[in-house]
Structures are given as C-alpha cells and as structure tokens.
C-alpha cells in the first residue's frame, strides 16, 4: 500500500507533463465556433448608411455569402478590405456586419452619423466589397455568432447554414484553403 502512493505523485506529474507538451504545439487562436453547421441566428437590424432599412436572416440567406464582421477602428479590417472587394468583383456576395467599438464608450446617445462618416472615407480609400452593411450597434447579432473581435467572417449558404469561421483576415492564401473549397464543391 505505501507503494502504490509513492506511484500517486508521478503519475499526476506525468499526467501534467503531458499535458503540458500538449499546449506547446497548439494554435491558441484556433477555436472552433460552436455555430458551424448550425443555422443562421435569427435578427433584425438595421442598415448602417440607411437606418431606416431593416435586414434579417432572409436577407443573408438565398445565395452562399461571406457575412463579414468589421469595423473602421479595426486595422486588420484595412488589410482584408482590399481583397474582399477583389472577391466581391469576381461574384462572391459579402455582407458586413459593422461592429461598433464606439459603442462600449458611449454614455449616452452614439454619433451613427460620424460612423457613417467614418465608414464611407475608409470604403471609398480601400474598396466596398459588402452588399449592404449590417449595423450591429448593440452586437446582439456578433454575440450569437461567438463573435471575438473584428474581422471574423462566416460562410453561409442558401439555406442559412454556418459552413465556415474565420477569425482574422482573409487573404488569398486563406480564401483558397479554407473557403473557395467549400465554394467550389456546393456548384
């Protein structure tokens, strides 16, 4: 008996040690969203540059699209407009969902018109490739997609199903490895 709890220490420090290692070799921003597969959430909002429009699921289902959360105060959203706009002109359908950060900061009343203002500047510097743009001030809808920060993009197809995550930028690398795949084989 007072052999076998000599064998209790080692194996709970082999038991963290190889967990351990473990942690060594994993991707700590590959956190798969617990949305894929799963449909669309449902809501209703209002457009960023019209508020008087009003968008819901339906809107973003009908064809396969890339919902794009983003935002001006985001610099990584810089760096993917260009290319998401390249996408867009070769027939890819994206929709934004403009995430606020303003929000957080705001006591009282936010400024939408100086949003508006900030997000005409930065699409007509870097390219517009969204469709219309989701104005998620609240971000109800950021919170039920498991959103993290900006950009992250899902691909959902005509059905309103979640194919695919993306925390970050897409680029072209990106595009061809984890998204034009699953594009290519739903035609």
Same mark, same amino acid.
Not at 38 to 63: A, C, N, T
């Given at each position: 008996?007072?052999?076998?709890?000599?064998?209790?220490?080692?194996?709970?420090?082999?038991?963290?040690?190889?967990?351990?290692?473990? *942690?060594?070799?994993?991707?700590?921003?590959? +956190?798969?969203? =617990?949305?894929?597969?799963?449909?669309?959430?449902?809501?209703?909002?209002?457009?960023l540059?019209?508020?008087? +429009?009003?968008?819901?699921?339906?809107?973003?289902?009908?064809?396969?699209?890339?919902?794009?959360?983003? !935002?001006?105060?985001?610099?990584t959203?810089?760096?993917?407009?260009?290319?998401?706009?390249?996408?867009r002109?070769?027939g890819?359908?994206i929709?934004g969902v403009?995430?606020?950060?303003?929000?957080?900061?705001?006591? *009282?009343n936010?400024?939408?018109?100086?949003?508006?203002?900030?997000?005409?500047e930065?699409?007509?510097?870097l390219?517009?490739p969204?469709?219309?743009?989701?104005?998620?001030?609240?971000?109800?809808?950021?919170?039920?997609? !498991?959103?993290? *920060?900006?950009?992250?993009?899902?691909?959902?197809?005509?059905? !309103?199903i979640?194919?695919?995550?993306?925390?970050g =930028?897409?680029?072209?690398?990106?595009?061809?490895?984890?998204?034009?795949?699953?594009?290519? *084989?739903?035609?």
């Amino acid at each position: 008996m007072k052999n076998l709890r000599l064998f209790i220490p080692i194996g709970v420090f082999l038991l963290t040690a190889v967990f351990l290692y473990k *942690g060594l070799f994993s991707d700590p921003t590959n +956190i798969e969203n =617990a949305n894929l597969e799963r449909p669309f959430p449902e809501f209703k909002l209002p457009d960023l540059m019209d508020p008087s +429009i009003s968008y819901s699921k339906q809107d973003v289902m009908g064809d396969m699209t890339l919902v794009n959360v983003w !935002g001006t105060w985001c610099v990584t959203c810089r760096v993917e407009l260009p290319f998401m706009t390249r996408l867009r002109q070769q027939g890819v359908r994206i929709v934004g969902v403009y995430y606020d950060n303003a929000a957080e900061a705001a006591f *009282g009343n936010l400024d939408v018109s100086q949003t508006q203002q900030e997000v005409k500047e930065m699409l007509a510097q870097l390219g517009n490739p969204f469709q219309f743009n989701i104005y998620d001030v609240k971000r109800d809808l950021s919170l039920d997609l !498991g959103v993290t *920060g900006a950009p992250e993009s899902f691909l959902v197809n005509e059905k !309103g199903i979640i194919l695919a995550h993306r925390r970050g =930028a897409i680029d072209e690398r990106i595009w061809q490895k984890e998204f034009a795949p699953i594009i290519n *084989g739903a035609k």
